[in-house]
């Protein structure tokens, strides 16, 4: 299967790498921006440095360069550039089905914890499971064929519902009566009144705040005018029929499991960026990596499974 994946990938950043073309000046460069996209990702995928992907000796059958490699210091350089990052995006939606209507989503957050005495300046403290924590966090949006379609690497202290206000704009479509399944940390009223706004015809679903502690006649009038419509429809919701809801968000547990599997996997991403890649910069370009790693590998099993039942 790594022999599929790669040629998947690699396809995929020449692809993208000859629709960008070359923006950095009159005379086309020594070494493509294929090149050092494809050196950057086989990197991540072996879980190396920036460095190790320099050296000849780190690459085998599956991805073999022609010529002499750049070197570290243009390597660094380069991948930083704008094209290089726009090659990046351009695979990540070629494999991230951003483009493909949903009728179900799912929403949530991963931290990704740094050591407590990191030196990163980027690394913030915030609240995890069981306590608090440094490092980054992890916001994800995810498709009901488990494709992360839409992700946002922040510092840990970043509110999940705020991050979600921003993120709304760019989800894929949501087929009419769809649903977004979310947790409790996403319930706000602002959340709500965004969400109808961008989307009228699909509907946030998920636990509310407090709600074991005021029941649906509990609230102020006021505060519920304020809230709007959709979170009261949902209050009304929890209050009739939770058996129901209770079953729906059965299916949030879609991207728990898509999240075990991006961070379990061999070549995954694990529970914290490595020692050498620190500051948000570097961190979010080796999560996207690990990303377009992730959906490719899908990409891969369906074809082989359709292959498998012709």
Request: charged fraction near 25%.
């Amino acid at each position: 299967m790594d022999r599929e994946l790669w040629t998947l990938i690699l396809a995929s950043v020449k692809r993208a790498a000859k629709e960008i073309g070359w923006n950095g000046g009159r005379r086309a460069p020594r070494y493509p921006n294929w090149l050092i996209v494809a050196m950057y990702l086989w990197a991540v995928w072996h879980d190396r440095t920036m460095s190790w992907a320099c050296d000849r000796g780190h690459y085998a059958g599956l991805f073999r360069p022609r010529g002499v490699l750049p070197s570290i210091s243009q390597f660094t350089r380069r991948i930083k550039s704008e094209d290089c990052q726009a090659i990046l995006q351009r695979v990540h939606e070629a494999f991230a089905q951003r483009g493909l209507a949903t009728d179900e989503g799912y929403v949530d957050g991963k931290p990704l914890l740094v050591s407590p005495v990191s030196k990163d300046p980027d690394a913030k403290r915030g609240k995890i499971s069981g306590g608090f924590g440094k490092g980054y966090k992890l916001h994800a949006f995810v498709n009901e064929h488990r494709r992360i379609v839409i992700w946002c690497v922040t510092g840990l202290n970043a509110d999940e519902k705020t991050v979600a206000i921003q993120m709304l704009p760019y989800l894929p479509p949501i087929t009419p009566q769809g649903l977004i399944l979310k947790d409790s940390n996403y319930d706000s009223a602002p959340l709500h009144k965004a969400a109808e706004a961008l989307m009228p015809h699909a509907a946030l679903v998920g636990p509310l705040r407090g709600q074991d502690r005021v029941g649906v006649d509990g609230h102020h009038p006021v505060t519920l005018r304020q809230m709007g419509p959709r979170r009261r429809e949902l209050l009304a919701a929890w209050h009739h029929c939770p058996d129901l809801l209770h079953l729906v968000l059965r299916a949030r547990d879609t991207i728990e499991r898509v999240f075990g599997v991006l961070c379990c996997t061999a070549g995954g991403l694990g529970t914290a960026p490595p020692p050498w890649v620190r500051t948000l910069e570097r961190v979010r370009r080796w999560v996207g990596a690990k990303i377009i790693l992730y959906n490719a590998r899908l990409e891969v099993q369906d074809r082989l499974q359709s292959k498998a039942a012709v």
